[in-house]
Nanobody
Framework: QVQLVESGGGLVQAGGSLRLSCAVS????????VGWFRQAPGKEREFVAH????????YYADSVRGRFTISRDNAKNTVYLQMSSLKPEDTAVYYC????????????????WGQGTQVTISS
């Protein structure tokens, strides 16, 4: 059974930083590309970042490029999302999921979603 568990969310002031973690179990992690998405209240879940199996291919949403960094540690079966220069509009529940193929920024290309971790940015 594949499980993804997100952690690291919290409440920070605008301009601050957070690092989210996504621990993957039940699947050969080194063969799993992973994506981060987020969902704000009343909005659709949106793509944030994607990292390939080896970490050599990375994509970001325009809204976070230059502020967020996705990385992975295959020895720890974990993907990270380092978030800096946070803004109130980054407030959302952040989810990670395993990429099954097709278009990396589409929610439908992913499966095995975690339960999410809340990120709240105060102004």
């Amino acid at each position: 059974q594949v499980q993804l568990v997100e952690s690291g969310g919290g409440l920070v002031q605008a301009g601050g930083s957070l690092r989210l973690s996504c621990a993957v179990s039940g699947r050969t992690f080194v063969r799993s590309a992973v994506g981060w998405f987020r969902q704000a209240p009343g909005k659709e879940r949106e793509f944030v970042a994607h990292i390939s199996e080896s970490g050599s291919t990375i994509y970001y949403a325009d809204s976070v490029r230059g502020r967020f960094t996705i990385s992975r540690d295959n020895a720890k079966n974990t993907v990270y999302l380092q978030m800096s220069s946070l803004k109130p509009e980054d407030t959302a529940v952040y989810y990670c999921a395993v990429f099954l193929g097709d278009t990396y920024y589409l929610r439908t290309a992913y499966r095995y979603w975690g339960q999410g971790t809340q990120v709240t940015i105060s102004s």
